[in-house]
């Protein structure tokens, strides 16, 4: 028996070496690394359904009275059987691809050994069909462990049962009993040992392929990121410029021995060789192209690296995202500083400081309006988060905003501001940027209201014209200069103005006419146009 076990471990080796072999080669390395994706079920199943029938051809030959060694086996005479090192293919094929993979690569491994007789030649069929099922029902056992030491233990288990499992299958089936029982009692335990611990070996090399891939996947969206931060800043420069300096940066941080950029056919960037063998880096957003960079390599087998499809995919992706971004700011005049400095226009802390002052002083003597006011501070705080995060909400969403807004600010002031509404309710569903109307309401009662001794008015008037929907926001106030905005005489003011003007502008272009009407000591009134004829609703 020992010997036996001897020759057993020795052949489960040379699979085990075959395996490691196996993994150093980056296709192979991909498919044994297979975890239930349909497009490489075929991969590998053949490759297990291989290992599986390799380990029937080099098994050993063994009779009741004994065994006898044999680099290889075709054929099993009539009270032959063959100790294997099958199951270890059957098992690894369930643990990692699960029940369908299990079961196919079990038949494959069945039919195989049916085909070389013996006696034992039906429950040696049977088994590896039902050894596949079962590791393929034990893999969600492996999931939360996948890369823990008891991964290994459990692998051990299911091999060690896997292999039991035919064992007895060959006791319940074969005939005559007495020759089945001399025949598992030869080589149940050195075979059931061999196989569990090759599929323990197995899985520890599976689990380092996992873990490499990982590994290289973690390195080269690293790489891929460095680049994409290097190159960030250059986006926001003129396109000629852009490409330029990225050019450069690809040919410094990556194999490429040469690059383009192309527009319509132009070259608007090359530097370095060209050569056959190029990677191309489709730059654009949504239906827009607006060119691509070309990647040339020295060797065929270059660019068909994983830097090429791994680091070159995700640059492709990262400069189309980045040169989305930087069109945005292009096209609506809102870079990141400037979504900041709107933000904090819009959440004034003095207006929040204001609020919870009021709000604590009317803790006391009226509870109940206290907990009013906190509740609408919520809405507003709410709605303007998500506000900021839309680009178009209709014209009611964005009144319902104002009007928690006057009322936190009738809860401070009191009777010294009159509102005036004039709204056409056939208007409401049309949309516009967000965040137009609040501001231009926020800046009448802090730059304009605020500043006079009599009753503050604020009228806001949402009415159907025939080219469009007039919106404008009127107060009494104490005016502006007409050229503040030019001569940053009140900075988060006139940021305000123009940044509304340019997303109207973005929006609906010239038609949106936005004009501001002001006088010092007389007020001021804002408004534009939502054309309707060629807008979406």
Same mark, same amino acid.
């Given at each position: 028996? %020992? ?35 349909? #497009? ?26 004994? $065994? ?77 462990? $996948? ?20 064992? %007895?299958?060959?006791? %319940? ?17 050195? &075979? ?29 969206? #690293? ?53 056959? $063998? ?43 995202? &980045? ?10 005049? %809102? ?40 509740? #609408? ?6 709605? +303007? ?44 569903? $049309? ?44 107060? +009494? ?61």
């Amino acid at each position: 028996m %020992l010997y036996l076990l001897a020759d057993l471990v020795e052949r489960v080796g040379f699979l085990i070496a075959m395996a490691f072999l196996f993994s150093r080669q980056q296709k192979l390395r991909h498919f044994m690394h297979y975890q239930g994706e349909n #497009q490489n079920l075929l991969y590998f199943i053949v490759l297990f359904s291989f290992f599986s029938i390799l380990g029937t051809y080099s098994g050993i030959p063994v009779s009741d009275i004994g $065994y006898h060694e044999t680099p290889w086996i075709s054929q099993v005479s009539g009270w032959e059987a063959i100790a294997t090192a099958r199951t270890i293919g059957i098992v690894i094929a369930g643990l990692f691809g699960g029940v369908r993979a299990g079961l196919i690569v079990g038949i494959i491994a069945g039919i195989h050994r049916y085909t070389m007789g013996g006696f034992v030649a039906i429950p040696c069929m049977i088994a590896p069909i039902l050894q596949g099922i079962f590791a393929g029902l034990m893999k969600n056992s492996l999931k939360k462990r $996948y890369r823990h030491i008891s991964s290994i233990q459990v692998a051990f288990l299911v091999g060690f049962a896997a292999e039991t499992l035919q064992m %007895l299958l060959i006791l %319940l089936m074969a005939h005559p009993f007495e020759k089945a029982l001399s025949l598992v009692l030869l080589i149940g335990v050195p &075979q059931i040992f061999s196989n569990s611990l090759g599929v323990a070996s197995f899985f520890v090399i599976l689990i380092q392929v996992a873990l490499e891939e990982e590994r290289i996947g973690a390195h080269h969206a #690293q790489k891929a990121l460095q680049i994409a931060e290097m190159t960030l800043s250059f986006w926001r420069k003129p396109l000629h410029e852009a490409v330029q300096k990225i050019g450069h940066a690809l040919i410094r941080e990556t194999e490429a021995i040469g690059v383009t950029f192309q527009q319509d056919g132009k070259v608007l960037f090359q530097k370095g060789a060209i050569t056959p $063998y190029g990677v191309d880096l489709p730059i654009g957003y949504s239906s827009h192209k607006i060119g691509f960079f070309r990647m040339f390599y020295g060797r065929a087998q270059d660019h068909q690296t994983a830097e090429a499809t791994v680091i070159l995919k995700g640059l492709s992706q990262l400069f189309s995202q &980045q040169y989305a971004l930087s069109e945005a700011e292009r096209q609506t005049h %809102l870079a990141t500083n400037a979504e900041i400095k709107a933000l904090q226009a819009q959440m004034d802390p003095h207006f929040l400081f204001n609020m919870l002052n009021t709000i604590k002083s009317l803790i006391r003597t009226s509870p109940d309006e206290s907990r009013q006011l906190i509740t #609408q501070l919520a809405k507003y705080l709410r709605k +303007n988060m998500q506000n900021v995060n839309q680009d178009l909400i209709t014209i009611k969403e964005e009144l319902d905003h104002v009007e928690i807004y006057l009322k936190l600010v009738k809860a401070r002031v009191g009777e010294r501001l009159h509102i005036e509404w004039n709204l056409d309710k056939e208007s409401l569903d $049309y949309t516009i940027p967000s965040l137009t109307i609040q501001p231009l309401v926020e800046n009448s009662i802090i730059h304009g209201i605020r500043y006079i001794s009599n009753h503050g008015l604020l009228k806001i008037s949402v009415i159907k014209i025939n080219n469009g929907i007039h919106i404008s926001v009127q107060d +009494n106030g104490g005016g502006m200069e007409p050229n503040f905005v030019h001569e940053k005489k009140e900075e988060h003011l006139g940021f305000a103005l123009s940044n509304i003007q340019q997303r109207l502008l973005y929006h609906f272009g010239e038609k949106s006419n936005f004009t501001i009407e002001t006088h010092k000591g007389e007020g001021t009134i804002v408004s534009f146009i939502r054309p309707i004829e060629e807008n979406v609703h």
